[in-house]
């Protein structure tokens, strides 16, 4: 879950936005703490993601949310992997980017680094949200190379890689520098795409 950056004119939406995307996606529906927005915050607030096999969680979610907040309705849109994450940077270039979406680990490095997305860390310091709630080291993954916690995990993956030993070592590769790769971690832009899950 990432909050982007917003207007001046959009701040109180941006922030409905970010604070039930906190209630939405960092506690799968419990609440953990997380406060579901201050009183008087009101508006529609569009949520993307590109799983459709968690759509239907992530909709009962909101109509959860819903349920305990009136004013506020959640507008979750599902986009396809290869669609999405050029609709995401359009929309931040065209000022039509969601009040929230959902980012990845190897994304959200080029996001932060353009200036797009805010850091979360404010926004954590006043919840109650506990990092150690989290697979160790998952949480990890969302801090950027300037310290700053842009996001936070709603899920994992496990990722193995398998290669032609004699092949790597024909290339001048040893079996430590394959256990060394970085290709997967964030960095302040990427620039090859990482395969769907």
């Not at 506020?72 to 849109?77: A, G, H, K, N, S």
């Not at 590769?173 to 971690?185: D, G, K, S, V, Y």
Request: proline share 7%; aromatic share 12%.
């Amino acid at each position: 879950m990432t909050t982007p950056q917003t207007a001046p004119k959009t701040t109180r939406r941006a922030l409905a936005g970010a604070t039930a995307a906190l209630a939405l996606t960092l506690t799968g529906c419990a609440s953990y703490g997380v406060d579901p927005g201050a009183e008087g915050e009101t508006g529609t607030i569009t949520y993307w993601m590109w799983d459709s096999a968690q759509l239907p969680a992530y909709q009962q979610c909101a109509t959860d949310f819903e349920a305990a907040n009136p004013d506020v309705q959640v507008q979750i849109e599902q986009f396809g992997w290869d669609d999405y994450w050029n609709k995401v940077f359009t929309g931040f270039v065209a000022g039509s980017a969601p009040d929230v979406f959902v980012d990845h680990t190897s994304r959200f490095g080029e996001f932060a680094a353009r200036g797009l997305i805010e850091p979360l860390d404010d926004r954590l310091a006043g919840s109650d949200v506990d990092l150690d709630q989290y697979v160790p080291g998952s949480a990890e993954l969302w801090v950027g190379p300037d310290g700053k916690r842009y996001g936070l995990p709603k899920d994992f993956d496990t990722v193995g890689m398998f290669y032609d030993a004699a092949k790597a070592t024909d290339a001048g590769l040893t079996a430590e520098q394959m256990n060394e790769l970085t290709w997967n971690r964030p960095t302040a832009a990427r620039s090859s795409r990482p395969s769907p899950r």
